[in-house]
């Protein structure tokens, strides 16, 4: 469910007209419903409820502060991959003893900043790590509370490029080696094992990989228990899926995934960590752009727009599907035609769209592409020397630009000229 919705013909975000907002801000922009980003939370929060349970929102999906501090109000901890992530959800006020730290790169640096914050975990990813936490935690006198990434070599039965639960994935440690490596943590110093974690995939649209996971991973706290080790919480990651097809895929509800995990895991007596991003921020944001060209050859048709590769690269990256309307109702009204819809940077991998039957939309007619809240603007990027759109939130009748259209002299006041030049 999103609160994007027409209105007296308009394409309306929660009680804001996206045509006001693109009249105040120009075109590109994303535009972030509140309404839906609390809705999200706290239907997967409920679906918990009367468990032990810390939810941690994943900032990759999304990171922009207003939206940190929002869910942050509202009880969510952070899952973060980076030192940058961490001071990002710091800043937003969130408690650093709700932020959970993945990722199979962390430098020492980034190590010896998560100590000093007191984060509630670290998810340690190889053996290599477990020694760097250990040295690092070692010579700051501190203990490092970590759980150990297990891949389990389950397929998550999604796209390819955003599995991380199979054998050859980078992520985690083959499951068949958790013996071995918590006995080693065992006797490292300023290491405190008392978890596991385990991260199968994203965008997952059916429950049997999960049940899959699930049960290898009861099974390993059970041994691990058996082996003297005090295992307190276990983390299920996350990546349940999100409707991008409208509703005609409709991924398992939140209360179908609780039962799941009540059924698998819930006799552990563990808290229970999740990791959710997509399915909080996915639904609550799209990107609205506008027409430039219309373009018609012997082989096809292109509506060329003014968004591009480089402000939403999922088309390109994962050859992801996002419904388009036009900001328009009446357009919906008029006969549909095959278009490609393509962007001005110079590559033939820019589209948002290709083969989407469409109405035909004159230059200036604005549009949205659905579902662009996660995954969107934190991949975006300058190529072309294009500028980064802005971040627009909404509330009720209210919005604010929570991050500026960066400006031309931004962007070239990053770069220096080298001192022979």
């Not at 009680?15 to 693109?22: G, K, N, P, R, W």
């Not at 088309?315 to 393509?342: F, G, K, S, W």
């Not at 259209?405 to 022979?420: C, N, S, V």
Request: proline residues 5%.
């Amino acid at each position: 469910m999103h609160h994007f919705t027409y209105r007296d013909g308009v394409l309306h975000a929660e009680d804001v007209s996206l045509s006001a907002i693109a009249e105040a801000s120009g075109t590109p922009f994303y535009c972030y419903s509140s309404a839906t980003l609390v809705r999200h939370y706290q239907v997967f929060a409920d679906a918990f409820s009367n468990t032990d349970t810390l939810v941690c929102y994943a900032i990759k999906s999304n990171s922009n502060l207003a939206i940190l501090r929002m869910l942050g109000q509202f009880g969510a901890g952070m899952d973060i991959v980076s030192e940058g992530e961490l001071r990002r959800a710091r800043a937003a006020g969130i408690p650093a003893e709700r932020v959970v730290f993945s990722g199979v790169g962390k430098t020492r640096a980034e190590i010896a900043h998560a100590l000093e914050e007191g984060i509630f975990a670290f998810n340690v990813e190889s053996e290599a790590e477990l020694h760097a936490i250990s040295e690092v935690a070692t010579a700051k006198g501190a203990t490092a509370r970590i759980a150990f990434r297990i891949n389990p070599d389950v397929d998550a039965q999604t796209h390819a490029k955003i599995s991380t639960g199979r054998a050859e994935n980078k992520f985690g440690e083959p499951w068949q080696e958790a013996p071995r490596l918590y006995a080693l943590a065992r006797d490292l110093p300023g290491i405190e094992a008392a978890g596991v974690h385990m991260h199968i995939g994203s965008q997952i649209t059916r429950l049997e990989p999960f049940a899959n996971a699930f049960t290898l991973l009861a099974k390993l706290v059970g041994n691990l228990r058996a082996e003297g080790h005090n295992i307190e919480f276990v983390n299920v990651g996350g990546g349940l899926g999100i409707p991008y097809h409208g509703e005609g895929e409709l991924p398992p509800s939140q209360e179908d995934y609780a039962a799941l995990v009540r059924e698998k895991l819930g006799g552990l007596g563990c808290r229970l960590v999740f990791e959710p991003g997509r399915m909080i921020s996915g639904n609550a944001g799209v990107l609205v752009a506008s027409v430039i060209y219309n373009k018609e050859t012997n082989a096809k048709r292109f509506l060329i727009v003014d968004a591009a590769m480089n402000d939403l690269i999922r088309p390109t990256l994962y050859d992801a599907h996002q419904d388009i309307l036009p900001v328009n109702e009446a357009l919906l009204a008029e006969p549909r035609i095959a278009q490609d819809v393509v962007g001005p940077v110079c590559e033939s991998s820019d589209f948002l769209a290709k083969g989407r039957e469409l109405p035909l939309m004159a230059p200036g007619e604005l549009f949205a592409v659905m579902t662009a809240g996660a995954y969107g603007a934190v991949q975006a990027n300058d190529y072309n020397s294009r500028l980064r759109v802005p971040e627009v939130l909404v509330k009720g009748s209210e919005w604010a630009l929570i991050r500026p259209r960066q400006t031309y002299d931004e962007m070239l006041g990053a770069e220096r000229f080298a001192p022979w030049s």
